[in-house]
């Protein structure tokens, strides 16, 4: 094993390959403006932890954001907070934020990947599919399927339905904060992990929902996603015209979740009934799995007699490479990702040249 004075290794960490280009339009210094926010979030969610186990509330500390942002709407259900709304106070910016697991594997556990509509919650056979149980870290989502998203059209597409559920508890002050800010600013939605998902599926609200109707002024940058719809979700999504970096380390595990679909050699005929195709929803679905990671698995053995649903990633991806000792570390937003997104190679390049400009300016001036 090479040693750890390697400049790109140190005892449990390789950096394998970082992003040296970027494609147009992309803004590495907004990605890290972003990240931090969300690191931001994560300690939303460490205070309101401290609060609800602290015996004393008097010494306790109130979220705010540090300067220059303002803090609008905080994003949360029954208390719990998932993220927030934030604004710029030097620029007219708008910040959406979300929040992910504290632990990968949380999402792992709990994530409820049943395909439902995005628009209200029905499954292919048409039916509400409800969730009462506990998706994740304690949000409860009871009779979710009741709720429906306004001006969605009913073929946009099949989202994940715990990632659906999740956002639906907290989309009404998201959009409300929203309609309360200036239709010409400037919109940035982001999240890491499970809140990346959040992120892109509140995106079609956004358009659809609020007075920012104009795709050129919303930007979305996600970091270390799973995939969250369908084949047909993504390419309803790409129709939208947002752009749409999604951030990933090719370690990350969790940005191959769930599978692009269980079909290993050959799928069942396109148009295999809907009764025979996967419902895969834990509990929920037709194999009654307590698990649906591990009901997917079993679901690969029946592929032969089921059309396995499909997932799909959005947006264009802004990959690097760093290996680390643990899975979990490899979806690290502090470090790992924050180390990814580390290096400015275009605004370095500008610099060179402009110190090089000013350089050849001055010689001619003294000559």
């Known amino acids: 094993m090479p040693s750890s004075s390697h400049p ?10 970082q992003v040296n280009t970027y494609p147009e339009g992309f803004d590495p210094s907004m990605a890290r403006t972003l990240a931090g926010l969300i690191q931001q979030a994560y300690q939303q969610f460490d205070l309101f932890e401290q609060k609800n186990n602290s015996q004393s509330r008097s010494d306790l500390q109130i979220f705010n ?34 929040r992910g697991t504290r632990r990968f594997v ?24 409800e969730i009462k149980e506990e998706i994740v870290e304690r949000i409860v989502q009871e009779n979710q399927s009741s709720i429906v998203i306004p001006q969605i059209d009913n ?55 609020t007075h920012f109707t104009n795709p050129e002024n919303i930007v979305l940058y996600t970091f270390a996603s799973p995939r969250c719809g369908d084949r047909n979700f993504a390419m309803s999504f790409q129709g939208l015209g947002i752009r749409h970096w999604r951030i990933a380390n090719t370690e990350d595990f969790v940005t191959m979740l769930p599978f692009p679909t269980g079909n290993v050699f050959k ?27 591990f009901g997917f698995f079993k679901a690969m053995y029946d592929r032969n007699k089921r059309r396995m649903p499909d997932y799909a990633h959005t947006g264009t991806p802004i990959y690097f490479t760093i290996h680390e000792s643990a899975l979990e570390k490899h979806h690290n937003l502090d470090e790992v990702y924050m180390l990814g997104i580390s290096q400015d190679p275009l605004t370095m390049t500008a610099k060179t040249l402009n110190k090089a400009v000013e350089k050849t300016k001055d010689m001619v001036i003294n000559e």
Do not use: C
Request: avoid cysteine.
């Open 8 to 17: 790109n290794m140190t005892e449990d960490r390789v950096i394998v390959s």
């Open 65 to 98: 954001l540090e300067k220059p942002y303002q803090l609008h709407t905080e994003l949360a259900e029954r208390d719990i907070p998932f993220g927030f709304v934030a604004s710029d106070a030097s620029s007219e910016n708008i910040y959406v934020i979300f």
């Open 106 to 129: 949380e999402w792992f556990k709990d994530a409820n990947i049943q395909l439902v509509s995005l628009k209200d919650s029905t499954d292919r056979k048409k039916q509400k599919v």
């Open 155 to 209: 073929e946009f597409g099949f989202v994940t339905a715990g990632f659906r559920g999740i956002y639906i508890s907290l989309r009404q002050k998201l959009i409300a904060a929203l309609n309360q800010k200036s239709p010409n600013a400037k919109v940035f939605v982001t999240g890491h992990s499970l809140g990346g998902a959040l992120a892109t599926l509140a995106i079609p609200d956004i358009l659809k929902n």
């Open 267 to 293: 799928s069942a005929p396109i148009d295999a009934l809907p009764e025979e195709e996967l419902g895969i929803g834990g509990v929920a679905g037709v194999d009654k799995n307590p698990n649906p990671i």
